[in-house]
């Protein structure tokens, strides 16, 4: 089993940045994969970004050039740098983990709100 605590949403104002955070614990040594997605009000959970156990990253096109993955290993983190932010950036943001005949593993998400 694979625990994941989310950490650093909050309130911002467009333009401005937050990081987020996401601690894994337990069974980490099969994870092959990392992940942030989000979810707004309304609408289907979404992917963001990925980050995979060898260090490959994706970051879909929408947020390309404003937000940026990466990791600690030693801290066993992952990380969501987000830059120049939008109110349609708003959403709860989920950490997930994926491991082989587990699944993926999901967060408890935190809240994110770009005010205009």
């Known amino acids: 089993q694979v625990q994941l605590v989310e950490s650093g949403g909050g309130l911002v104002q467009a333009g401005g940045s937050l990081r987020l955070s996401c601690a894994a614990s337990?069974?980490?040594?099969?994870?092959?994969?990392m992940g942030w997605y989000r979810q707004a009000p309304g609408k289907q959970r979404e992917l963001v970004a990925t980050?995979?156990?060898?260090?490959?990253?994706t970051v879909i096109e929408f947020v390309k050039g404003r937000f940026t993955i990466s990791r600690d290993n030693a801290k066993n983190t992952v990380y969501l740098q987000m830059n120049s932010l939008k109110p349609e950036d708003t959403a709860v943001y989920y950490c997930a983990a994926d491991q082989p005949f587990s699944g993926r593993t999901w967060g408890q998400g935190t809240q994110v709100t770009v005010s205009p």
């Open positions: 337990g069974l980490i040594f099969s994870i092959t994969q």
């Open positions: 980050i995979t156990r060898g260090g490959s990253t």
